[in-house]
């Protein structure tokens, strides 16, 4: 683990319109993790944990505060600034494995390599890892074909072939069994072990927030 | 990649994306159609009026346009005036009447007419003998089932089949010139002279002469009067076919925008993943219109296809009538209308598209 900070967020706060009524969903969040930490977020539902994942991620602009990510200011960014921090710095695992129903495996995480613009074949580190993955076997079934464990693996390879500066799991291990959890878990691990990935990990298994090298709670839009 | 992914995309709904390519190949056929059965009709007329063997043709000073048949007005005293000229070999007078369009039968006196055009060809039987008989060509013959011996009634008239001949000559249908003069009330009178000179090198100098006749029949070279068989020539049609196209880039349009439009509500979830994986907008757009071009071209060849389909059946049902072909110079057009229709037709929901929010896309059922 490295000591600079890789997120930094300062007085985050994030309010939606429903109606005609504004629900804060971040009421200040003061959150620092370094470059090759392994972070584990929990909370109840409603605490805002999905909402912070989301901003971190670029998917959506903070209503006020400071949010840096990979030494970017996401507060000033415009919709196409984000774009490209997805493309390039942020890879997601997300609790219903999101990948492209029609493609193959191995097209799944084609694509993310062509969106990024690496149109050449995948580095040797990125091989070594889909063996550590167990699913380089796989790689040309659909995701129908696929158990929920391997579409995990799978998203998990998708995530970091473009080696972003971050790992986001939204709940990786909610539609898995606890065996395919734990696999599911240790790869995340290794990953932050063997290349140093940092991983920002949502979840609501205490089991799984374990993992991680330190773990926050949130409730009601703050870290408590 | 981006080929893969809409190839995938339209393997993965191949219903939706079969019913779209045959909706969009429907205007294909229908302008392929309407293009086919105009220039048929025209070039089956072009052919018919070069296969005289004439080399002038005087018309009624009435007759506008190409295809008109003007009643009788010219008295048959000028098909022999004509002939006196220098150099004009033959005239020969015919009388048309037109029975169901594009159907016309001629009044012809026929061994003036084999004089100047060889005769015609006789698939079965031959030339008249008596008033009431009538030569059918081939194509009618197979449109109205009839033969040698048979009886047709045209003109509130039976008439004896004769002769079928080699059709590409003159008419369709064709009898003894008095007869149909007295059918018509027009005794003495015909409707258009063709005529033949000694020598093609003489035609200039034979049309100063009928001109200086002052007769005021139009008079114009074989050559000038088939030149004038093209659509822009014939009131409506140019006008027609460009309602046609227009019709075919709305469908192609709809088609589309529907299928498309359905299409991206429900991949509103691969959206979402494509925008997190930092796919842009101009990305998201790229793929819904390349789709769409996709099914464009699916539709053009099988409007290609279908338009064989379509000629086939109307030279099998109504071959005199209708001598439908396929035009393949139309063939770029067909397509350009379809892409045109398909690239508009998917503008709106691939726009839709890419301004999706990801979060929202994501968290879609």
Known sequence: ?224 | MTGRLVLENLKHRPMRSLLSVLLMGVPVTLILALVGLTQGLLQDSQRRQQNTGADIIIRASTASGVVSFSGAPIPEKVVAKIEEQPHVKLAVGVLNHSIDPPLVITGVDLPRFDRMSGGFVYQKGGPFKNPGDILIDEAYATQAHKTVGDTVTLLNHDWHVVGVIEPGKLARLAVQLNVLQDLDAATGHVGQIYVKVDDPANIDTVMQELNGLETGYKINTLEEYVAMYTPGKISGVKEFTVVIMAIGVVIGFCVVCLSMYMSVLQRTREIGILKSLGAGKGFILTIIEAEAMLLGVGGTILGIVMSFGACWLVRTLVPASIPMIVVQSWWPMAGLITLLGAGLGALYPGLNAARQDPIEALAYE
């Open chain 1, 1 to 224: 683990m490295s000591d600079g900070p890789i997120i930094e967020t300062r007085d985050l706060r994030k309010t939606y319109r429903v109606g005609k009524v504004d629900v804060p969903a971040l009421r200040g969040v003061d959150l620092t993790v370094t470059a090759g930490e392994f972070l584990a977020i929990v909370g109840p539902s409603g605490s805002g944990k999905s909402t912070l994942f989301h901003i971190i991620g670029g998917l959506t602009p903070p209503t006020a505060g400071q949010v840096r990510v990979a030494g970017q200011d996401l507060a000033s960014m415009t919709d196409s600034d984000r774009t490209r921090l997805r493309k390039r710095s942020v890879g997601f695992v997300f609790q219903k494995f999101n990948l492209l129903p029609n493609l193959t495996a191995r097209h799944n995480i084609a694509v993310a390599r062509f969106i990024a613009g690496n149109t050449g074949p995948p580095d040797g580190q990125f091989e070594e890892v889909l063996q550590s993955l167990g699913v380089a076997q796989r790689l040309d079934h659909k995701p129908a074909a696929l158990s929920g464990g391997e579409q995990q693996r799978i998203a998990i390879a998708r995530a970091i072939v473009n080696h972003p500066a971050i790992l986001l799991a939204d709940e990786p291990t909610g539609n898995l069994d606890s065996e395919n959890s734990k696999a599911v878990l240790e790869v995340l691990r290794d990953l932050n072990e063997r290349l140093g990935q940092t991983i920002l990990m949502i979840t609501h298994n205490p089991e799984a927030a374990a993992y991680g090298h330190r773990m926050v709670q949130m409730r009601d839009g703050r870290i408590i």
